[in-house]
C-alpha cells in the first residue's frame, strides 16, 4: 500500500526566516506599495495646490481685510511671494517639503509644521478613540446578530446601523451635546483636556466627538460584518465539518467563522480613513478641539495654501499608510497569502 | 443548523431549490417599501405643494419682536427662529432645498457617471484606461476638502453646492455602472448577442441598460440620502446656501448657537433631516432585496 | 448505553422536505434500513436522489428550514429532534462524517494540526499539549508521513489527498463507532481515491467501526461494501448484499444504471446508453413510481400507485410493481466483461 508522499506538498517549514523574508509576496507587495505611494502623494498635493489657486478673491486682500491700503497689499503680497507665477509658488513648495520644510502659514505666520504638530495629535486621538470604539463594538454587535440571524440581537442591529447610516455627523453631535451635555451634563460640550494634563478628563472632552465621528462608522461595519460572518455560517463547508465534530456554535462563530469574516471589514477601515478627514473638519469646530480639522475650514477661507497643503499631505501619508496596515494584516490573517501557495 | 447541499436538486430545478439562507421566502416584506416611500412623498409634497395652496409665514424677513417663539405659539406652530422667522415654513422651504440638491446631484451623477460608466465598462480599451484613472483619483480625493474649496471659490448658493456634488456623484455612478457592465459584458449572452451581429449601441441598449438598472437605482437611493447630508454640511458649515435663505443644514447651525435655551431650534431640523435620510435608506435597502443586487 | 448485539443505526421511515418557493420540496420519502455493527454499507444513486440529505439528517447537518420526520435510533438512542447540544455529545463520539470537498471542508486560516487537535479537545477534557499528542497519533494513523511537521501546516499547504487524511483523522479523533462518508473521494483522482478507500477499509477493521460509504460510483460499491442500497428521487428502490445486487439486479432503474457503464466490447462509434427522461423535479413528484417516466418496463398500475418497498426475496428488497425477470427466479444478470472500474 502506497504511503502518502503525494508530489507537491511544501515543506514550509525549511526554510530560514530571511529567506522566506525574501520570498515572500507579502513583502514584495509591501515595497511597490511603497514605490506607488509616492506619485499618489504627489498628485492629491498638486490638486489641491491647483484647486487652491483657482480660488478667486486676492489672498492678501482677504487677509488684512477690506480697510487695507493697496500699498499695504502690494506689500503683503510681495513678502508672501504670491505675485510671483503658479509654476515658481508651486516648484518652490514642492521643493521646501521633500526637505521637511511645509512653509509658514500665510494667515498666522507660524511654521506649519509647528501647527500641525501642535494639533495632530488631538485629531489623532480623537480618531483613535472613535476608529478603536467602533470596531470593537462593531465586532461584538455582529457576532452577538450572527448567532440567530433574524433574531433579537440580528433586528436590533439592522435598526442600529439604519440609524447610523443615515445620522449626519453633525446632527449626531448637535443631539449628543443637547442630550449628554446640556440635558445631562455628563460630558462637556466644548473643550479639550490634554492627555497629560488630566487623562479622565481627557477621555470626558473627547467622548462625545469621538461618538458623533464613530456611530456612522460602528453601523457600517456592524452592517458588513454581519453579513460576512451569516455568508461564512451559512455557506462555507468547513462550518459543517466543524459541526460535524460537535464544535459548540459560539466557538464556530468566534474561532472559525470570524477569522475568516475580517477581510471585508479591514478593506472597509482602511478605504474609510480619508473620508474622515471631512468629518473631522466640522466635528472639531463644533466641540472647539483644537485639532487638525478645526483650522481646515478657516485656512481654506483664507486661502492659506500652506496649512490647507500640510493638512491634506498628512492626511493623504496617513491614508496610505492605512492600505499597507491592511495588506499587511490580509497577510497575518490568511496563510494563504503569507505562504507561497503549493503546487498541488 | 445548516449545511450547503451541492447534490440537492438536479440542475433543471435549480431556481426552485431552497436557498442556504434560513429565511425562505422572498425577503423585504411591501411595508419596508411602502412606508419609507409614503413618507418620502408626503414630505415632497409638504414641502413643495403646501406653500402653494395654503399660506404660510414667509421664511425670511421676520422681525425680531417674534424671535425666538416656541413651538406651539399661534401663527407658528413650530415657532420661530432666533430672527424671527417662522420655523415651520422655513423647514418647508428648506425641504424645496434638499430635495432638489440631492434629485440634482443624484440625477446628474445617474446619467453622466453612468454614461461614463458604461461607456468605459463596454468599450474598455484606452477610453476605459483613461476615465478610470480619472474616476479612481477623484474617489480617491479627500471629498469634503474639494468640495469646500469648490464651495468657497464659487460663493455660496445652491447651484454651487450642486456643482461641487456632482464631482463627487459621477464617479460614484460610474464605478458601479462599470462594474456592472463588465460583469454582464461577461455573461454568455452578451457574447451570443456581439456573434449575432447586432451593433454596440444596439446591444447596450438592450442587455447592458436594463441590467445594471436596479444597481444604479438602489444606489442612486442611499445617494440621494447622501447628498441630502451633503448638502446640510456645506450650509452647516456656512458655504452651502447662503443665509437668509432657509437650509436645513444652517438651521441647525444656528440651532446649535442656542441649544440651552431653546433646543428645538436645532432638533427639529435634525429629526426632518434624519428621517428624509433614514426613509431613503430603508427605501433602497429594501429594494436592493427585492431586486437581488447584491 | 453500550449495546454490543443489535443493530448499530435502525433509520424508520426517515423523511425531509423542505419548503420551497413552488411547494414542498421533499427531498427524502420514508427511508427506512438497519445497520449492523462494523457492517460496510454503500448507498448509491444520482445527484438529487436524497442520499446526502438523509445522512446529513442523521447528524442534524441540514438547514434549519428542514423538516424531518421519521426516527433513527443509533444503539436505542433517538437521533432526530434533538437540540445541537443534545447532539453533541453524539457527534465525533458515535458517529462521524468525511465529506467530499477536503478542499472546502477545512477551515483555510488554522493550521491543520489544530483542527484536528480541537476535534479531540471538544469531547476530552486534556490539555492542548495532550490534545497535540494525540493529533499527531491521528496524522499517523492516517499514514501521514513527518506528522510532527505537518501539525503546523495549513491545509493549502497539501495535496488533495493529504487533506482528505486530514478530514479522516479529523472524524475519527474520537474513536467514533459509525463513520460516514460522503462521497469522500469523488473529488480525488482516481489514484488517490483508492489510497483512501483502503484506508478506509484498513482503519475499519482495526478501529473495529462501522462504515457507510455514499457514492454514485458503483465500482466503488462494488469492490468496498458489503451490502448496497440504491436510491432515487428520495426514495429506497433497492437493497441487496452486495454479491447479490451485482449478480441478480430487479430494479428497472439499478438494471438501467448498470447498463450506462460504458464497455469495451460495444461495437465503436454505438451510441453511449443513457437513461432516458430527466431527474424527477422533487417538489412535483409524479404519482405512482417516481421512475415510471423513464422506465422501459413502466405500466399503467406503475403510474398510478407507487410502489413499496419489499424484501420479495430474502436479503433482497425492491420496490417495483414489474421488477426486471419478474416470475422468474434470479432477476437480471449484468452481461460479461461489465468492467465495474473496482476502487480496489
Known amino acids: 500500500m502506497a504511503v502518502g508522499a503525494e508530489p507537491g506538498a511544501e515543506t514550509g517549514a525549511g526554510m530560514t526566516l530571511a529567506q522566506r523574508a525574501l520570498r515572500s509576496p507579502t513583502l514584495r507587495l509591501a515595497g511597490r506599495r511603497l514605490l506607488a505611494v509616492i506619485p499618489v502623494l504627489w498628485g492629491v498635493t498638486f490638486l489641491t495646490y491647483v484647486v487652491m489657486n483657482l480660488l478667486p478673491g486676492d489672498t492678501a486682500q482677504v487677509l488684512l481685510g477690506a480697510n487695507a491700503t493697496p500699498a499695504q497689499v502690494h506689500q503683503l503680497e510681495v513678502r508672501l511671494h504670491l505675485n510671483e507665477p503658479f509654476w515658481v509658488r508651486y516648484g518652490g513648495w514642492l521643493g521646501a517639503t521633500i526637505h521637511g520644510n511645509l512653509g509658514t502659514s500665510l494667515a498666522s505666520g507660524e511654521n ?228 507561497e501557495r503549493s503546487a498541488s | 443548523m445548516s449545511a450547503p447541499l451541492p447534490d440537492l436538486l438536479p440542475a433543471p430545478d435549480a431556481a426552485s431549490a431552497v436557498p442556504v439562507r434560513t429565511k425562505a421566502r422572498g425577503q423585504a416584506s411591501p411595508l419596508r417599501v411602502w412606508i419609507p416611500a409614503g413618507f418620502l412623498i408626503l414630505l415632497a409634497a409638504a414641502c413643495f405643494i403646501w406653500p402653494q395652496i395654503y399660506p404660510v409665514p414667509k ?93 468657497e471659490g464659487l460663493g455660496p448658493s445652491e447651484l454651487h453646492v450642486i456643482w461641487a456634488l456632482a464631482i463627487f456623484s459621477i464617479p460614484a455612478f460610474g464605478r458601479i455602472a462599470r462594474s456592472g457592465t463588465l460583469a454582464i459584458r461577461e455573461q454568455t449572452y452578451m457574447l451570443a448577442a456581439r456573434l449575432s451581429g447586432s451593433r454596440g449601441r444596439h446591444i447596450i441598449l438592450r442587455h447592458v441598460i436594463p441590467n445594471i438598472m436596479p444597481q444604479l437605482m438602489t444606489f442612486a437611493l442611499l445617494g440621494f440620502g447622501i447628498a441630502i447630508i451633503l448638502e446640510g454640511a456645506l450650509s452647516f458649515l456656512g458655504l452651502g446656501i447662503p443665509l437668509p435663505e432657509p437650509s436645513w443644514g444652517s438651521m441647525i447651525a444656528q440651532g446649535q448657537q442656542v441649544l440651552s435655551a431653546t433646543p428645538e431650534q436645532a432638533l427639529i431640523p435634525s429629526a426632518f433631516l434624519f428621517a428624509a435620510v433614514v426613509s431613503l435608506n430603508v427605501l433602497g435597502d429594501a429594494l436592493r432585496e427585492r431586486w437581488g443586487v447584491r | 448505553m453500550n449495546t454490543v448485539s443489535g443493530p448499530l443505526l435502525e433509520v424508520e421511515n426517515l423523511t425531509v422536505s423542505f419548503p420551497g418557493r413552488r411547494g414542498e420540496l421533499r427531498a427524502v420519502i420514508g427511508v427506512s434500513y438497519s445497520l449492523d455493527p462494523q457492517q460496510t454499507l454503500a448507498i448509491v444513486g444520482e445527484s438529487g436522489s436524497g442520499k446526502t440529505v438523509s445522512c446529513r439528517a442523521l447528524m442534524g447537518l441540514l438547514p434549519q428550514a428542514a423538516v424531518v420526520t421519521g426516527s433513527a435510533r443509533f444503539q436505542g438512542d433517538e437521533l432526530l429532534g434533538l437540540t445541537d447540544d443534545e447532539l453533541r455529545r453524539h457527534r465525533g463520539t458515535n458517529l462521524a462524517m468525511v465529506f467530499q470537498d477536503p478542499s472546502r471542508s477545512l477551515n483555510p486560516t488554522m493550521k491543520v494540526g489544530n483542527q484536528i487537535a480541537e476535534a479531540v479537545r471538544v469531547h476530552q477534557r486534556v490539555t492542548k499539549a495532550e490534545a497535540k499528542k494525540q493529533a499527531i497519533e491521528l496524522l499517523r494513523l492516517v499514514h501521514i508521513p513527518v506528522p510532527g511537521r505537518r501539525f503546523h501546516e495549513y491545509p493549502h499547504q497539501l495535496s488533495g489527498g493529504m487533506r482528505q487524511r486530514i478530514m479522516i483523522a479529523i472524524a475519527l479523533a474520537c474513536r467514533p463507532r459509525l463513520l460516514i462518508a460522503d462521497e469522500a473521494t469523488t473529488a480525488l483522482d482516481v489514484t488517490t481515491q483508492a489510497q483512501i478507500m483502503e484506508l478506509l477499509l484498513e482503519l475499519r477493521a482495526e478501529l473495529g467501526m462501522t462504515l457507510m460509504l455514499i457514492s454514485h460510483d458503483l465500482g466503488l460499491a462494488r469492490s468496498c461494501a458489503d451490502e448496497v442500497i440504491v436510491m432515487y428521487a428520495g426514495q429506497i428502490v433497492e437493497q441487496a448484499s452486495t454479491p447479490q445486487l451485482f449478480t441478480h439486479v430487479r430494479m428497472p432503474y439499478t438494471q438501467a444504471l448498470f447498463e450506462a457503464i460504458p464497455r469495451l466490447e460495444r461495437p465503436a462509434h454505438s451510441p453511449l446508453p443513457v437513461i432516458g427522461g430527466r431527474p424527477p423535479d422533487l417538489s412535483a413528484l409524479p404519482a405512482g413510481c417516481s421512475f415510471a417516466p423513464r422506465c422501459r418496463r413502466a405500466a399503467d398500475d406503475c403510474r398510478t400507485t407507487a410502489p413499496p418497498l419489499a424484501e420479495h426475496e430474502p436479503g433482497h428488497r425492491w420496490a417495483c410493481w414489474h421488477p426486471v425477470g419478474q416470475g422468474g427466479p434470479g432477476g437480471w444478470v449484468p452481461p460479461e466483461g461489465t468492467v465495474w472500474h473496482d476502487v480496489r
Open chain 1, 112 to 339: 506649519v509644521t509647528t501647527i500641525l504638530g501642535q494639533r495632530l495629535p488631538v485629531t489623532a486621538e480623537l480618531l483613535i478613540y472613535a476608529f478603536v470604539g467602533s470596531i470593537v463594538l462593531a465586532v461584538l454587535l455582529a457576532v452577538l446578530a450572527a448567532r440567530r440571524p433574524n433574531g433579537i440581537a440580528d433586528r436590533f442591529s439592522v435598526v442600529i446601523s439604519m440609524t447610523g447610516l443615515s445620522v449626519a455627523p453633525y446632527v449626531l453631535a448637535v443631539v449628543l451635546v443637547y442630550v449628554f451635555a446640556v440635558k445631562l451634563q455628563w460630558f462637556p460640550a466644548i473643550g479639550y483636556t490634554s492627555l497629560t494634563a488630566d487623562p479622565l478628563e481627557n477621555i470626558r472632552s473627547l467622548t462625545l466627538p469621538a461618538i458623533a465621528i464613530g456611530f456612522p462608522l460602528f453601523a457600517v461595519y456592524t452592517r458588513l460584518l454581519r453579513a460576512d460572518i451569516v455568508e461564512q455560517m451559512q455557506r462555507e463547508d468547513y462550518i459543517v465539518t466543524a459541526r460535524a465534530k460537535g464544535v459548540p456554535s459560539w466557538q464556530i462563530l468566534i474561532r472559525h467563522a470570524l477569522p475568516n469574516s475580517m477581510f471585508g471589514l479591514i478593506t472597509l477601515v482602511a478605504l474609510n480613513l480619508g473620508a474622515l478627514v471631512g468629518a473631522v473638519a466640522i466635528i472639531e469646530p463644533i466641540f472647539s478641539l483644537p485639532g487638525v480639522g478645526a483650522i481646515l475650514i478657516s485656512s481654506i477661507t483664507n486661502h492659506d495654501v500652506p496649512i490647507v497643503e500640510g493638512v491634506v499631505l498628512v492626511f493623504a501619508v496617513v491614508v496610505v499608510l492605512a492600505g499597507l496596515a491592511a495588506d499587511l494584516l490580509y497577510a497575518v490573517l490568511d496563510p494563504r497569502i503569507r505562504y
Open chain 2, 59 to 151: 421664511p425670511v424677513g421676520g422681525s425680531i419682536l417674534e424671535a425666538g417663539l416656541p413651538p406651539l405659539s399661534p401663527g407658528h406652530i413650530l415657532g420661530t427662529d432666533p430672527n424671527g422667522n417662522d420655523v415651520l415654513s422655513r423647514i418647508l422651504y428648506g425641504g424645496q432645498v434638499s430635495f432638489e440638491v440631492g434629485f440634482s446631484v443624484t440625477a446628474i451623477g445617474l446619467v453622466v457617471g453612468g454614461l461614463l460608466g458604461v461607456a468605459a465598462g463596454y468599450w474598455r480599451g484606452a477610453a476605459d484606461a483613461a476615465i478610470s484613472r480619472v474616476l479612481d483619483v477623484l474617489i480617491a480625493f479627500p471629498a469634503l476638502v474639494l468640495a469646500l474649496v469648490i464651495a
